[in-house]
Structures are given as C-alpha cells and as structure tokens.
C-alpha cells in the first residue's frame, strides 16, 4: 500500500482522474498582490490602477516594434511581476530577450511576442477591473 506523503494536500479530484486547478495559475496571483501590498485594499487598488495605465501605454508604444522595445518591455515585466500577473511578466521577458539579441529587427518573433503581450494584458486587466469592482476571486 503506498503512503501518503503528508506534505501534499491530497485533492480526491486528482485521484478520480481530474485536473488540479491548483496548478493552473490565474492571470493575476492574488495570494502575491496581497503579500506586496500587505493586504491593504487602498494600495492594492492604487497599485492595479497603475499597472492598468502603465500597460496600455507601454503596449501602445510596443506595438510599433520601436528601437526601446527591450527597455518598454523591461518596464512591463518589472510592472507586471510587481503585481503577481506572471504570464504577463515572462512574455515581456522573452519579448525583452528577442529585442535585445536583434537590436531593430521586427521579425515574426517580435511580432508574435507582441500579439501575445496583448492578449495577455487583455486578460490580467481583465481579472483586475473584476477585482476593482467586486474584490479577489475565491
């Protein structure tokens, strides 16, 4: 008979064929935000309505593939990792990565990183304007 090791939750789902939705990280970690911000409600709002600023204009000036798109996207992943939104995060790092290996070339990667930027930030502002408006999800 195997043994239960007592330091993983057990999750009857997973045993019965399931998927852990432990695992599947949210656009936004909220157990984070609340970390960083010290769980206080006013800063987290103040720190969420930056991000949602600072991505909008950031993706705006990004979508021209400009000669500072390592530095813009430097600044987002900075933004996005400040707030939990981690998926955000690693696409401008690789974003970030791709720009400064080819300094000026706006190839299909770029493009592509740039596309999925996008739809990542859609997404974390998303969760966070359903924050703003009706608190953390459970």
Do not use: C, N, Y
């Not at 911000?37 to 991000?51: W, Y």
């Amino acid at each position: 008979m195997a043994s239960h090791d007592p330091t993983v939750p057990h999750d009857p789902d997973a045993a019965a064929g399931e998927p852990d939705r432990r695992a599947e990280p949210g656009p936004v970690d909220w157990d984070h935000l609340r970390a960083v911000t010290l769980a206080d409600p006013a800063l987290q709002r103040e720190v969420l309505g930056l991000f949602l600023g600072q991505s909008r204009d950031i993706l705006a000036a990004v979508k021209g593939l400009p000669d500072d798109t390592a530095a813009l996207a430097h600044t987002m992943k900075g933004a996005a990792r400040a707030i939990g939104a981690h998926g955000v995060a690693d696409i401008a790092d690789h974003l970030e990565s791709a720009a400064r290996s080819r300094p000026g070339a706006a190839g299909p990667l770029a493009r592509d990183l740039v596309a999925r930027l996008a739809a990542a930030i859609d997404t974390a502002s998303a969760a966070i304007a359903g924050f703003l408006r009706d608190g953390p999800a459970s």
